[in-house]
């Protein structure tokens, strides 16, 4: 079983409508959450971090996280095109030294 | 530009070849991390630093890798003997702890990456 899953996708959304991302973890240590935006051969971008459970809103995107389920979510409000790209769940935990676990990444595809 | 910076951006070599490959953190960043992606993957940590020293090396990395961080600044990586499966991009971030940023909430910036082509 991986750290941590991802579907690899693509989601295809239509433009303007909401994109819902999931990712669930093995690890009940790890303690921050992260979802990085990657286009194809560029290096990972942040674009959230989350850190309690609860929701957690900036701009058009926002996390959710469960801790109790081990699970993180990442949603995106009214896609755009330029939306399209791989998003990288990734976790963390002090114990582990605070190194980033990735999962595999789900392609997102924002169609016009 | 205060970024992540890492030189080359691209290397072309041949099987058996030594390569090294250069990570500029950004200015007071005292944590860097080394990780490799390979394609339709997430990346996988390699190894970290806190100031100079190197605290872990994943257990996946064969002793033909090696990381310094001879000043705690810049890093470099070093692949000796170079094979076909060391074919990926080599990426590095960075991060501060303290100055008020508790040890939860560190926020890794990746650099563009290094990506190596083994032939």
């Known amino acids: 079983q991986k750290e941590v899953e991802q579907n690899s996708g693509p989601l295809s959304v239509p433009e303007g409508a909401i994109a819902s991302l999931n990712c669930t973890y093995s690890d009940r240590g790890s303690q921050s959450f992260f979802w990085y935006r990657q286009y194809s051969g560029k290096s990972p971008e942040l674009i959230m971090s989350i850190y309690s459970n609860g929701d957690k809103e900036d701009g058009r995107f926002t996390a959710q996280l469960n801790k109790a389920s081990q699970y993180v979510s990442l949603l995106i409000r009214d896609s755009q095109p330029s939306d399209s790209a791989t998003y990288l769940c990734a976790v963390t935990s002090q114990a582990a030294g605070n190194k980033l676990t990735f999962g595999g990444g789900t392609r997102v595809l924002v169609k016009p | 530009d205060t970024g992540v910076s890492q030189n080359p951006r691209h290397k072309i070599t041949k099987r058996g070849q030594n390569v090294t490959f250069r990570c500029d953190p950004i200015s007071e960043h005292n944590r860097l991390y080394w990780y490799r992606q390979t394609l339709g993957q997430g990346p996988e940590f390699l190894t970290y630093?806190?100031?100079?020293?190197?605290?872990?090396k994943s257990r996946l990395l064969s002793d033909r890798f090696s990381a310094e961080r001879p000043k705690g600044s810049f890093s470099t990586l070093e692949i000796q003997r170079t094979e076909q499966g060391d074919s990926a991009m080599y990426l590095c971030?960075?991060?501060?702890?303290?100055?008020?940023?508790?040890?939860?909430?560190?926020?890794?910036?990746f650099g563009p990456g290094t990506r190596l082509l083994v032939l």
């Open positions: 971030a960075s991060s501060s702890l303290g100055g008020g940023q508790g040890m939860i909430e560190e926020t890794q910036y």
């Open positions: 630093f806190q100031n100079e020293a190197q605290l872990e």
